[in-house]
Structure formats: C-alpha cells, structure tokens
C-alpha cells in the first residue's frame, strides 16, 4: 500500500511540475507577446511621417532664377521641422530650405561619404543622388536614432552555431522555476499536514481527559449506581468523539490527496438522514437536541449514488458541529430539509447556533489548500465529502440567527 501511495504520489508531483513548466511557458509567451503587440500599437500610434529626397525633388523645379520648391511642400517642411539642401557635383550648396545656419555652404567628398553613413554634425540626413546632383533631407538634432549596422560573416556563423544554445538556456531557467514553485508547493502541503495533525492531537486531549476523569471515578467506586452509570455512557460517548477524531484525521488527509477510493452505491439520503439523527436524539437528553426532519412531497425514494459511510460521516460532522458551537440556546435546534431541483437532490442542514463569523466562512469558501484549523475541520470533511462526490455546498447564517449549510448532488433514477 506505502509503495502504491509513493507510486502516486510521484506522478501527482511530476504532473503539477509538468503543468507549472508548461504554464510558466506560456507565461512568458503570452507576456512577450503582449509586449511585441503593445509596442507595435504605440509605434503606429506615433504618427511618425518623414519627407525623403525623392518627394522634395519631385516638387523642386528649375526655373531662370534658380530652384523654386512647391508652396506646399513649404508647408509640410515647417510641419515636419524639417530641412534640405541640394549640392551640386562640386558638393556646392546651390538650394536649401531651413537649413540650420551652423551648416557649412560646402562639402567635400569626405563629407559627404561621412554624412551618408553617419551624421551631419549632429543631424540625422538622407541622401539622394539626383543625376549629378545630391539631395541631403535633414530633420533636427536627437529626432532619430540612426546608425548602419554590419557583422563579420564569421560573427554570424557563431550565431548560427549557438542559437539553440541560447534556448537551451532559456528553457533551463523555466524548468528552474518550475522546480522551485513544486517544490514550494510541496513543502506547503507537507507543513500544512503536520500543522493540521498537531491540531487534531491538540482537539484528543480534551475528550482523553475526560475519559481519564471519569475512568478514575469508576475504579475508585465500590458499586455502580445510577450516576455511575451515567458516567459510563460519558466514557463511552467521549471515546466515540476520540474516535472520530483520529477517523476525520485520516478521512481528511485521504481526501486532500485524493486517496480515498469512494465506494458509490445507490442510497437513500432521508434513511442516512434519519439513522443519524435517532443516534444523537437516543445519545442526548431530551432538552439538550431537537431535530426537525422536513422532507418533501416525493423525495422520500430519492436516491443519489454515494459512498454510504462518507455521507453518514458528513451528517454526524455536521450535528457535532451544532452540539459544539451552539452557545447561543440551551437547546440545540437542527433543522434538516430535503427536497428536489432541477434532478439534482437538494439538502438544508440547518442551526440555531451563533452562526459562522465572516472569517470561518472565508475560511469554508476558500480553494486554496492548506491547514483548515481546528475549529471548523470537521465542516472541511463535509465540504470535502460534497466535492469529492461532485456536489456542490454552500455555507451560510440564517438571517433569523444560527447558521445553515446548504449541499446539492445529482440525484439517481430508481430502477
């Protein structure tokens, strides 16, 4: 049996170490491709436009009295706060619009080889051979990052030998990560089961002391009479509580795990229902408990398949529940309600108890694994029990005081 736990318990953690991998992965993706998709919406939200050398020379006209430049391409250089010049073959400046004035009115050859590559003094340019002519467009200092890039073939070709290097070691920090949520998940759920089996320890001393206490009264006593009797049923009964303790122990660790193999059958609810509530009702004095069993016009033969001995478990969680934090009445009330809806069975379990405090119910709402605490691990069983038969529970307070736990699984045809 410990070799088939071990067995899956490995496969559970190489599954959720496979899943976090998986999911860190497409994290990432995701995340890279969002960043890729956001700066692309913000760079064509930029409304960058330029004017190149080919626009300007075709509204650039030679006339008698020398280069006239279409009015509206005027225009459009003092929106864009741009500038042009047009050098002849001697690299003469023989037209220019907005030309800064730091700007010389000649230009080498080297200049010109300089500023085709580079910059012009600190201006970003393009250049456009026009005949035997240069057109030199410009915009203003520190408009655009411009620079020629060029790698030896030799460079390219380590590229090329490494890039699946480069990814190796990308999916290795994944498989990192991956490995450090796993096993920080596997910590958590081993403190949580340590913490959880202290806190039941912690609940068997109560029910031990007193099974100690009156055990002392009954060896010391030289007859039985009616109260020494009464003791004894009190032994019996806290030995029962010991009892289910170290079960719900068990029952819940099973549970969280997945371990408990359910042993489905068609049942009765309404028969569980009764059989647990005459228990309590014969184990109790009659101003201590009252159960008021409601159940509706043709539920009576409903069934549900269900593992008899949970769904037994899960009503005597639920009736310990009430007889411990009752406080609020001397008599406990425990209304139980079944009904059908909508072919699914539908149970009502409630109290005239103090109710569920805003924590408790976070607590019993809450997804997250973990340590349930040890005032309310007995209700943890039941909602444990509900999910595991692929229910669905809710936990509440009654608005006329108390609280109610309201519990919905398929309900089975009779045959």
């Known amino acids: 049996m410990s070799q ?14 496979v899943a ?6 497409l994290l990432v993706g995701a995340l890279n491709i969002v960043f890729l998709l956001v700066a692309a919406f913000a760079y064509r939200n930029m409304d960058i436009s330029y004017i190149y050398g080919g626009t300007v020379m075709e509204a650039l006209t030679l006339t008698e009295n020398g ?29 220019s619009i907005r030309k800064p004035e730091e700007l010389q009115d000649s230009y080498t050859q080297a200049d010109i080889a300089r500023m085709t590559r580079y910059y012009l003094k600190g201006y970003p340019v393009q250049l456009r051979v026009w005949e035997d002519r240069i057109m030199v467009v410009g915009l203003q200092k520190d408009a655009v990052w411009k ?43 081993e403190k949580a089961r340590i913490e959880w089996i202290a806190g039941v320890s ?23 009479p009616a109260e020494a009797r009464q003791q004894a049923s009190m032994i019996r009964h806290q030995s029962l509580v010991m009892k289910e303790l170290i079960a719900d122990l068990n029952l819940t660790s099973q549970l ?14 309404v028969e569980i229902i009764r059989t647990i509530a005459a228990e309590f009702l014969n184990d109790s004095l009659p101003e201590q408990l009252e159960i008021d069993i409601w159940i509706a016009q043709g539920a009576e033969s409903m069934c549900v398949k269900a593992d008899r001995q949970l769904f037994m478990r899960m009503f005597r969680n639920l009736i310990n529940n009430s007889l411990k934090h009752g406080g609020q009445n001397d008599t406990v009330r425990i209304q139980i309600s ?17 109710g569920y405090s805003e924590e ?19 209700l943890q069983i039941v909602k444990k029990i509900i999910l595991a038969h692929g229910g669905k529970i809710r936990f509440g307070n009654c608005e006329e005081g108390g609280s109610y736990c309201l519990m919905e699984i398929r309900r089975e045809r009779m045959n």
Not at 4 to 17: E, H, P, Q, S
Not at 155 to 172: C, E, G, P, Q, T
Not at 338 to 354: F, L, P
Request: hydrophobic share 40%; aromatic share 16%; with cysteine.
């Open 4 to 17: 088939k736990y071990n067995y899956k318990k490995a496969v559970r953690l190489f599954l959720y170490g």
């Open 20 to 25: 976090i991998l998986v999911m860190i992965i």
């Open 67 to 95: 280069y006239e430049l279409a009015e509206e391409m005027k225009q459009e250089f003092v929106k864009q706060d741009q500038w042009a010049m047009l050098l002849d073959e001697s690299g003469q400046v023989v037209w």
């Open 147 to 189: 620079y020629n890039l060029e790698f030896p073939i030799s460079w390219m070709d380590f590229i090329k030998r490494i890039w699946w290097s480069y990814f190796l070691v990308n999916f290795a920090w994944i498989v990192v990560l991956a490995f450090f949520f796993t096993r920080r998940y596997t910590r958590k759920r």
């Open 202 to 224: 912690h609940d068997i001393r109560t029910p031990l002391s007193v099974v100690m206490g009156y055990a002392d009264t009954l060896e010391h006593g030289e007859e039985l």
């Open 256 to 269: 969280e795990y997945s371990m408990q193999t359910l042993r489905r059958e068609k049942i009765r609810p």
């Open 338 to 354: 079944m009904w059908e809806e909508t072919r699914k069975c539908r149970i009502r379990y409630a109290d005239n108890g103090v």
């Open 360 to 378: 408790i119910l976070h607590r019993l709402c809450s997804r997250k694994k973990g340590t349930p605490g040890n005032d309310i691990h007995g």
